[in-house]
């Protein structure tokens, strides 16, 4: 039910593209790219009832930049069964306006050799975001048939940079990662986000990074 996938390939570029779904409607993802090297998505204005842009296993050397999103769930690394790595990812000059995530990375709590690393999500701009920046290492829809298990995926060395905007929830930053491979090499730099004109909050759990630049809310990142 995707609208447009990216399977297998190298060195794509996708341009100008317009994506319209209603925002309940179910696996309605825009753009979807997995097992591809060297994609890159510019200039695009993605609404759905899913991710906006949702990157699969095997995605390496990936590019997005100025996309607009919303309605949707965001732009999401990972989550899909078997998990393969995903690495070297840009995303950049993008908007979210009024979804249920902003940058995601998401996978699955149970055994898996799968790793997330070199990611930069900058220059982002929430309005009225659900969970602007959000790492979630227990990710089960619907809380259905969970594995209830420890997350095998392993998160390194993602940089969020540049994000500003608003919190439609208390928790503008929620890093849940996981507690067999906690996630390293998170930095922080220029972040603020806001919740009802105050400061919204931070939430850690097995992450592991750092902060610099003016940081809001307070980094909650074990150094």
Not at 143 to 164: L, M
């Amino acid at each position: 039910m995707f609208h447009i996938v990216i399977n297998g390939c190298n060195d794509v570029k996708v341009q100008g593209v317009k994506v319209s779904a209603a925002g309940e409607s179910p696996n309605t993802d825009g753009i979807h790219v997995q097992s591809s090297s060297g994609v890159t998505i510019l200039d695009s204005k993605i609404g759905t009832g899913d991710d906006c842009v949702s990157v699969g296993p095997g995605a390496t050397n990936l590019w997005i930049e100025n996309v607009a999103c919303g309605p949707g769930h965001g732009i999401s690394l990972g989550k899909e069964q078997q998990e393969a790595g995903v690495q070297n990812v840009t995303v950049t000059s993008v908007t979210f306006t009024g979804t249920q995530n902003g940058v995601r990375i998401k996978s699955w709590g149970r055994t898996s050799g799968g790793f997330a690393r070199n990611i930069l999500f900058q220059h982002a701009l929430m309005n009225n975001v659900d969970n602007p920046i959000i790492i979630d290492q227990n990710y089960c829809p619907d809380n259905g048939n969970c594995p209830g298990q420890a997350s095998g995926v392993k998160i390194s060395d993602v940089i969020y940079q540049d994000i500003h905007g608003t919190s439609a929830t208390e928790v503008g930053v929620k890093l849940d990662c996981s507690s067999k491979n906690p996630c390293t090499g998170i930095s922080l730099e220029d972040v603020k986000l806001i919740y009802k004109n105050q400061p919204a909050e931070a939430s850690c759990t097995n992450a592991d990074g750092s902060a610099s630049g003016f940081v809001l809310p307070n980094s909650c990142l074990k150094t």
